[in-house]
């Protein structure tokens, strides 16, 4: 298993671009989760998902959109990207829901110019 | 879900035990106590959790005080891919309760 894999790694955007974040797992996961992650700080949660069809909002889902057709994917949105936007972001699953272990994916480094 | 206080930073030499604590003073009766650790920027990775009792697996120990306020997480015999920030963090069952990461400890094993 290849686990949760995200693309791209790395990506410059400037302000007001949009772009959207993939993230897919292999584990047949119902939950999924997008998380950001500043400098020195720990992760915050941006949107949720507990199955095909079904999203929620976490702390932070200002400025994104999360989208999930399949069990697999849950690729987050960002439509007008802005400076407070720069940072880097992860992805998870978890088979059951938030109790259990969170697999988390290598990240996606943004920087918004 | 309750609060949790860790140290900033510490060290360890390579080859001997990690201990890091964790307070949870307002932990309650339905909140399990977790430990993930990352590792330069790498995603987040789970190491153990536990209720009440001391937990053990093929990572870490975890014992937790009796009277669960608060915990301490133990590497038995810390290498150099151990530095890395490990995070405790306290959470309730059920589905509806979420992971939140506060900004851990920064382990730095040392030769």
């Known amino acids: 298993n290849a686990g949760v894999t995200q693309t791209p790694k790395f990506r410059i955007l400037k302000i007001g671009q949009s772009m959207t974040l993939q993230c897919t797992q292999d584990?047949?996961?119902?939950?999924m989760y997008w998380y950001r992650q500043d400098p020195g700080m720990g992760l915050k949660l941006i949107y949720y998902s507990v199955g095909a069809g079904i999203t929620d909002k976490g702390e932070v889902p200002n400025g994104y959109n999360v989208s999930r057709s399949t069990t697999e994917d849950f690729p987050l949105r960002l439509e007008l990207a802005a400076p407070s936007q720069t940072s880097v972001y992860f992805c998870?699953?978890?088979?059951?829901?938030?109790?259990?272990?969170?697999?988390f994916g290598p990240g996606t480094r943004l920087l918004v110019l | 879900d309750a609060k949790t206080t860790q140290p900033p930073s510490m060290d360890c030499a390579e080859g001997r035990a990690a201990n890091l604590p964790c307070n949870h003073s307002?932990?309650?009766?339905?909140?399990?106590v977790y430990w993930y650790r990352q590792i330069h920027s790498q995603g987040p990775q789970y190491i153990i959790h536990g209720l009440k009792n001391n937990e053990t697996n093929e990572m870490a120990s975890l014992i937790i005080t009796e009277d669960r306020k608060s915990s301490t997480l133990i590497l038995p015999h810390a290498t150099l891919r151990d530095t890395a920030v490990y995070y405790c963090?306290?959470?309730?069952?059920?589905?509806?309760?979420?992971?939140?990461f506060g900004t851990g400890t920064r382990l730095q094993v040392t030769l």
């Open positions: 998870a699953s978890s088979s059951l829901g938030f109790q259990e272990t969170q697999y």
């Open positions: 963090i306290v959470r309730a069952t059920g589905t509806a309760s979420k992971l939140t």
């Open positions: 584990m047949n996961h119902n939950y």
């Open positions: 307002t932990i309650s009766g339905n909140e399990y």
